[in-house]
T-cell receptor, first 114, second 108 residues
Framework: ETGVTQTPRHLVMGMTNKKSLKCEQH?????MYWYKQSAKKPLELMFV???????ENNSVPSRFSPECPNSSHLFLHLHTLQPEDSALYLC?????????????FGDGTRLSIL | EDQVTQSPEALRLQEGESSSLNCSYT??????LFWYRQDPGKGPEFLFT???AGEEKEKERLKATLTKKESFLHITAPKPEDSATYLC?????????FGTGTRLQVFP
């Protein structure tokens, strides 16, 4: 596999469920990102990891919990979500944060909260 | 405040009808401007990087240009397969800031 892959592609969950989103990059990059994309709004940066260390947390509610076990894998653990959390969640990777090189995106997980 | 504004919000073109998309930006220190294409149900696909005013990049029917305040994505003789949302993003000192995109539809 090449590029950035995300699973699952679609997820429907209730407000009391716990689920996880997974991202894997095959580009040899050192930085990984989580973004939220809602209709009519710009992509919102949620978290940034560099070499498995979190370097950015953009005032994201604690019901979103990221995990980066190594430089190729990134998870987003979800619990007690709200209806306004329904969105497309995108993972991206780049060479280094702050290297001003392109970020490469996966195809996202479409999340629906009932 | 660092900001990226794209216009128009939506654009409908006849096949072969050339046009341009605009991305204007205000950032404290531009470190690069990026164009992405996003198809429905997919993630953004990287197209171009521009780093300095006057720079131009081309790929098939697309040409991106950069000034000190804005970037244009010129589409020459578009085809229906060029239909997508085109996103512009700029790096300020440490973050990639996105616009809301231009949704392009090209009709045969």
């Amino acid at each position: 596999e090449t590029g950035v892959t995300q699973t699952p592609r679609h997820l429907v969950m209730g407000m009391t469920n716990k689920k996880s989103l997974k991202c894997e990059q095959h580009l040899g990059h050192n930085a990984m990102y989580w973004y939220k994309q809602s209709a009519k709004k710009p992509l919102e940066l949620m978290f940034v990891y560099s070499l498995e260390e979190r370097v950015e947390n953009n005032s994201v509610p604690s019901r979103f919990s990221p995990e980066c076990p190594n430089s190729s894998h990134l998870f987003l653990h979800l619990h007690t979500l709200q209806p306004e959390d329904s969105a497309l969640y995108l993972c991206a990777s780049s060479q280094e944060p702050g290297s001003y090189t392109p970020q490469h995106f996966g195809d996202g997980t479409r999340l629906s909260i009932l | 405040e660092d900001q990226v504004t794209q216009s128009p919000e939506a654009l409908r073109l006849q096949e072969g009808e050339s046009s341009s998309l605009n991305c204007s930006y205000t950032v404290s220190g531009l470190r690069g401007l990026f164009w992405y294409r996003q198809d429905p149900g997919k993630g953004p696909e990287f197209l171009f990087t521009l780093y300095s005013a006057g720079e131009e990049k081309e790929k098939e029917r697309l040409k991106a240009t950069l000034t000190k305040k804005e970037s244009f994505l010129h589409i020459t003789a578009p085809k229906p397969e060029d239909s997508a949302t085109y996103l512009c993003a700029v790096y300020n000192t440490d973050k990639l800031i996105f616009g809301t995109g231009t949704r392009l539809q090209v009709f045969p």
